[in-house]
């Protein structure tokens, strides 16, 4: 449905190892604007031909309810297989957990409107069984376990999964870069998505705080936000808009209820941003505080030092300890680690 998010890792791994392999990519579904530009990454597409009732997250719940009903085989000789999917049961040589679907919604349950917050809590016991079971299959039928963060590797374990390893999400470094030399720092750049805190946001715009926001998957954005006067929804941005906006933010926002490990700080730093985030998570992982961004623990806080750092400003030098910092989740050094295990495989598969 969309290039962004948990599909990036699959694709810049995709991209790579077609240089050397004949690559098939498997999905649940595959809407047909997106068909053409896969093709641009993969020799193949493969995907049910059973239409998705829903849209948007819901349609990654169907899609992994499904999942119990529908197996999925592949027929491929001596295929290599790397499963990036939370609604994929299939076996694998490699799995790349991004974090279980029943943690996701137990923490972004919160932000919905009522009607689904009521829906979850009476069915929150059975997603939560029926997730362990799925976590426990792909964990019985795959060689190795990966994690993208040490938080999503801390929630699998605590399902009883052993996790062999944890390998970030990659960034294209040399893509998202700053795109100015002279930010015009007059804003204060957020994400819009299924996983943002919309309250404490509003609280900092009240204080006079003025706020840009992108993204195109949040589910519900309360009318007090999109027609708060502090406030400038712009909806899906192209990454070219996307990097200028990062470059000239003053800092990145990320209030969050739950982020595995957070493309969107990365992509700040990366731009030469500082983030103003929770210490938790993933983004305490990515967000070094008081060198590439701050690190607070509660909405509380988070209000105080937003409203702070935009009256007092900080050291430029934090913009280039963002830049120096983010090269640790470039592309090429992560795909390097990916392409020297699959190629381990292929080595003792055709050996």
């Not at 239409?51 to 592949?74: C, D, Q, T």
């Not at 059975?126 to 938080?151: G, H, M, P």
């Not at 006079?208 to 006067?229: Q, R, S, W």
């Not at 806080?301 to 830049?323: D, F, H, Q, S, T």
Request: aromatic fraction near 12%.
């Amino acid at each position: 449905m969309s290039l962004g998010a948990s599909l990036r890792p699959a694709l810049f791994i995709a991209k790579k190892l077609h240089d050397h392999f004949h690559v098939v990519l498997l999905a649940p579904h595959i809407s047909p604007k997106l068909r053409n530009i896969l093709r641009n990454y993969v020799d193949e597409l493969y995907f049910p031909k059973i239409p998705l009732m829903y849209s948007g997250s819901l349609a990654v719940l169907e899609a992994w309810l499904r999942s119990f009903i529908h197996k999925v085989n592949i027929s491929y000789n001596e295929a290599i297989v790397l499963n990036f999917s939370s609604t994929v049961k299939i076996k694998s040589d490699i799995y790349y957990g991004q974090g279980p679907i029943s943690a996701a919604l137990n923490d972004i349950h919160v932000e919905m409107p009522n009607k689904y917050k009521y829906l979850y809590k009476l069915f929150s016991p059975i997603i939560k069984k029926i997730d362990a079971k799925f976590i426990n299959y792909i964990r019985k039928n795959t060689v190795l376990f990966i994690a993208n963060s040490k938080y999503s590797a801390k929630l699998y374990r605590t399902l009883g999964v052993h996790v062999d390893g944890i390998i970030y999400p990659p960034l294209d470094t040399e893509y998202f870069k700053p795109a100015t030399s002279n930010p015009s720092s007059d804003y204060v750049l957020t994400y819009f998505g299924k996983e943002t805190e919309f309250n404490v946001i509003k609280k900092i715009a009240d204080l006079g705080v003025k706020i840009k926001a992108f993204g195109e998957k949040a589910p519900y954005i309360p009318n007090h936000i999109l027609k708060h006067k502090n406030i400038d929804y712009l909806g899906k941005v192209s990454n070219k808009d996307l990097i200028s906006l990062y470059s000239n933010a003053l800092y990145t926002l990320f209030p969050f209820t739950h982020e595995p490990f957070g493309y969107v700080p990365v992509e700040s730093m990366a731009c030469g941003t500082p983030v103003l985030t929770y210490n938790k998570q993933g983004p305490s992982e990515t967000v070094v505080h008081g060198a590439t961004g701050w690190l607070v623990n509660d909405e509380e806080e988070l209000v105080e030092v937003a409203l702070k750092i935009w009256n007092n400003g900080y050291p430029k030098v934090m913009r280039r300890k963002c830049r120096k910092y983010v090269v640790r989740f470039s592309a090429n050094k992560i795909l390097r680690t990916w392409t020297d295990m699959v190629s381990k495989i292929a080595n003792t598969l055709y050996r």
